[in-house]
């Protein structure tokens, strides 16, 4: 389990501003990964989030993409994602509202996992 800091140990007069940075995209992140079985989240121009979207379009499997941004813009979108998920790059994989990990994950779990496709 990955170390986060305690509440408690935020200053009052920011408590409000940590709490809600960037609020919006996590709720609309949140959201889509609630109402779609797969999402991948990621970015424009790199290349780890077109080779994941890639391997699940050669597969047969539909799934929901959300770009934000590019290596130059909408970096504190993404900044607020990986504070929320934990996960420190792109792209972010969720099945089944679970999220899996990057691309290498994705690919783990269709080689372990052949019924992935099915609805």
């Known amino acids: 389990m990955r170390t986060i800091l305690d509440p408690n140990d935020i200053h009052p007069t920011i408590k409000d501003e940590v709490a809600n940075f960037q609020s919006d995209i996590v709720q609309e992140v949140s959201k889509t990964v609630a109402e779609n079985r797969i999402v991948i989240v ?7 989030v077109g080779k994941a979207r890639d391997v699940l379009t050669d597969s047969g499997i ?3 993409y959300l770009e ?9 979108q993404r900044l607020a994602l990986k504070m ?14 679970k999220l899996i990990g990057g691309r290498k994950d994705l690919l783990a779990l269709l080689n372990e996992d052949k019924t992935l496709g099915a609805s």
């Open 84 to 97: 929320w998920t934990g996960w420190p790059t792109f792209p972010m994989i969720f099945v089944d509202q």
């Open 68 to 76: 934000y941004g590019s290596y130059t813009s909408q970096w504190r």
């Open 42 to 48: 990621g970015m424009k121009y790199n290349l780890w």
């Open 62 to 64: 539909d799934f929901v």
